[in-house]
């Protein structure tokens, strides 16, 4: 089986996702490569979010989550997708790591970057400006963090960023899609307000 073009087409694809579940049942260690290929980047994106940008702890998640699901393949069935499957083994990995953390309000060690990092990756643009704006976004992100509880902003970076259907985002969370949908329009509301404030 070609996992390799298996792992570049659409998640959507159910024969082919198939036979990658198929493959991991199997041990196949092609499956598992073109698994982790295809699915690793999203995992990171959604846990470095949740986690307000520390890297070395979204890695640790992504490694975790993929091996939990190898492991547990037996385990996922057709009632949702299997980045959905995915996404849940995932979140309960950032849950564990943020009750951790206990929400320390100190930069992550992932996020942070000296002076003379700064200085090797320029590119020529304005670093005050470039420093500026990466400012500007954490500080977003940190007043949407205190406005909105832990399960609507899950439940908005899942729609937002990973752009999953209020069915998948039900299945990851636990609700249904009408609980979803109220979730959703909740923080939507939460995040322009607190926004807004932050204009005045």
């Known amino acids: 089986m070609e996992y390799e073009i298996l792992a570049a087409?659409?998640?959507?694809?159910?024969?082919?996702?198939?036979?990658l579940v198929e493959g991991l049942r199997e041990q196949s260690s092609e499956a598992c490569t073109a698994f982790y290929r295809r699915f690793a980047p999203a995992i990171?994106?959604?846990?470095?979010?949740?986690?307000?940008?520390?890297?070395?702890?979204?890695e640790d998640i992504v490694a975790r989550t993929c091996v939990d699901a190898v492991r547990n393949i037996n385990k996922f069935h057709r009632k949702s997708s299997l980045k959905a499957w995915l996404y849940g083994i995932a979140r309960r990995h950032v849950i564990g790591a943020i009750r951790k953390k206990k929400r320390l309000k100190s930069i992550p060690p992932g996020a942070e970057t000296s002076m003379e990092a700064v200085a090797e990756i320029s590119d020529g643009q304005d670093l005050a400006s470039r420093a500026s704006a990466r400012l500007d976004a954490q500080r977003q992100f940190a007043?949407?963090?205190e406005a909105l509880s832990d399960l609507e902003m899950e439940a908005l970076i899942l729609q937002s960023v990973d752009e999953f259907s209020l069915r998948e985002i039900g299945n990851i969370l636990g609700r249904s899609e009408r609980a979803v949908h109220s979730l959703l329009r909740r923080a939507k509301q939460k995040a322009r307000e607190r926004l807004a404030q932050d204009e005045r």
């Open 143 to 145: 007043a949407l963090a």
């Open 44 to 58: 990171h994106r959604f846990a470095i979010i949740r986690l307000g940008g520390d890297g070395e702890c979204a």
């Open 9 to 19: 087409n659409d998640p959507a694809d159910e024969d082919r996702e198939e036979a």
